[in-house]
């Protein structure tokens, strides 16, 4: 038997003992993510899959494949939208690039106020945006009854150089000057300098700025079809003409083959990122 004071200081000691701390480990931390990787990433995918591969009575079927492979609209809409995607792009790159190395350039822009100038337009609403450029086109004389693939043109580009001139802006600002440097103190001309070893440094913010601005531009279907009004179907103009006539397992199907594009280009650009650091290049991955 303990005595009454053991007792008393028994008591004691539990009140006064503090609760122990709740100690979190680091991968605790990565449970939002995952939540919401599940809840927007996987689940609306998976539903996808189910309307793609199910009739309108919810069975299982191959009628929204066998659709597309057989209409030649569907193709030709395909076609169209690579080639105006693969056009922006490359518009895109050649304007943002010489853009982003000027801008990057700390003897031109030594404050950054440049880089804002050019990200501001993006603070505005895309569908605000898109009209006010038709509007100016239509002032130009491009509009859409005119010219409707031109004036498309024009507001892509418009739309997705900012994508262009921000990674490539990052990448430059990283550049590795002492290789510079190197290369000029051992005889090399600038043009050599620019092509030996800026272009081969600048290789992976090539490759972000052709991810965010490609597929992007081949699945928009607001620029296409506020500027040329309506004469130009891009592929996401024809997912969303499907969901909206309530076809949801052709449109579910063609959602699933613009995300195989972006994972084939996804791995294909990775690819090359990957090799530029085997041989020594930055990365913005």
């Known amino acids: 038997m303990k005595s009454k004071s053991e007792q008393v200081a028994k008591l004691e000691r539990k009140k006064n003992k503090k609760p122990s701390a709740i100690h979190f480990r680091r991968r605790d931390l990565c449970i939002p993510y995952a939540l919401f990787m599940i809840l927007f990433i996987i689940v ?27 209409s030649k609209s569907k193709w030709n ?8 995607a693969l056009q922006t792009t490359i518009i895109c790159i050649l304007i943002g690039y010489p853009l982003a190395y000027f801008l990057a350039n700390k003897k031109f ?9 050019f990200i501001a337009p993006m603070w505005i609403n895309f569908v605000l945006r898109t009209g006010a450029t038709r509007d100016l086109l239509t002032w130009m004389g491009i509009n859409g009854g005119n010219y409707p693939y031109l004036a498309t043109l024009i ?90 006539n309530n076809a949801w397992n052709d449109g579910s199907f063609m959602a699933l083959i613009m995300l195989i594009l ?15 650091d085997e041989r020594g290049g930055s990365g913005l991955w």
């Open 44 to 70: 609306p995918i998976v539903i996808i899959i189910c309307y793609a591969f199910s009739d309108g009575n919810g069975n299982f079927s191959f009628n929204a494949l066998v659709n597309f492979f057989t």
């Open 77 to 84: 809409t395909l076609l169209v939208s690579l080639f105006i």
């Open 109 to 117: 822009n030594k404050n950054a106020v440049l880089i804002t100038l």
């Open 155 to 244: 507001g892509m580009v418009y739309n997705y150089l900012p994508f262009v001139i921000l990674p490539l802006y990052t990448t430059f600002l990283h550049l590795d000057q002492s290789q510079l440097e190197a290369a000029a103190d051992l005889g090399a001309n600038p043009w050599q300098v620019f092509t030996r070893s800026i272009i081969p440094q600048s290789i992976p913010g090539v490759i972000s700025a052709f991810l965010m601005t490609f597929m992007p531009s081949m699945s928009s279907y607001v620029i296409s079809d506020t500027l040329s009004e309506g004469k130009i179907t891009l592929f996401g103009n024809y997912i969303y003409l499907d969901f909206t």
């Open 262 to 276: 972006v994972g084939l280009s996804m791995l294909i650009t990775r690819g090359g990122s990957n090799q530029e």
